[in-house]
């Protein structure tokens, strides 16, 4: 039987909505980030992290309330996006997979809490992330979108191969510091010990 959310598991979900605007929201301090109509942003390390950290079930459901509430109107998403217009943004595709990137993220590091299986579990949310965000983003510009004259499914794939490099690092870098946490601040937390019981 699943246990219920506890108040530490809102709380720690609460901080990783915030952490999502932040990161979403970082082009905004540094306007050349963006490539190709797509912000370069720290969304999917922390959606990573909250997969890592929070585990697969919370860190899913902590992405889909960031995602029900940036599609309320709380400016959340890049650029300080927000409101159901952003469905039918070219980007939208990224807010949607971060649940499944949190989710499978946290899967996997819950199979086995290695150092290896923390960092394969994060580069699997990054792939994810990857996969659908592209995706999404090159089906909705041949669509419904303007599309950039020539614009080609391997441009997609090229506009992404731009933060490529600091994703992958950054994934690694959020599996090596879940791990380290698992095994010092979290494991001798109430939070902690109380998903362990249930």
């Given amino acids: 039987m699943k246990r219920k959310f506890t108040a530490i598991d809102l709380t720690l979900g609460g901080m990783f909505i915030a952490l999502m605007m932040i990161g979403a929201n970082i082009t905004s ?3 050349f980030m963006v490539v190709g109509g797509v912000p370069i942003t720290l969304q999917t390390f922390f959606a990573i992290l909250a ?13 889909m309330a960031y995602a029900l509430v940036g599609l309320v109107g709380v400016p959340v998403f890049a650029k300080f996006g927000g409101g159901v217009s952003s469905v039918v943004s070219p980007t939208f595709g990224f807010i949607l997979s971060y649940i499944l990137t949190a989710y499978a993220a946290g899967k ?34 041949k669509l419904w979108a303007s599309a950039p004259e020539g614009f080609t499914y391997k441009m997609a794939w090229a506009w992404m191969a731009v933060p490529l490099p600091k994703d992958i690092i950054l994934a690694v870098l959020a599996g090596v510091m879940s791990y380290r946490l698992d095994k010092t601040v979290l494991s001798r937390s109430k939070f902690r010990r109380t998903k362990t019981a249930a």
């Fill in 108 to 141: 996997i590091s819950e199979k086995s809490r290695t150092l290896p299986t923390f960092i394969i579990g994060s580069l699997a949310g990054m792939a994810i992330n990857y996969v659908i965000g592209t995706n999404w983003m090159y089906y909705a510009y």
């Fill in 29 to 31: 301090l540094i306007p």
């Fill in 51 to 63: 997969g890592t950290i929070l585990g697969s079930r919370l860190g899913a459901f902590t992405m």
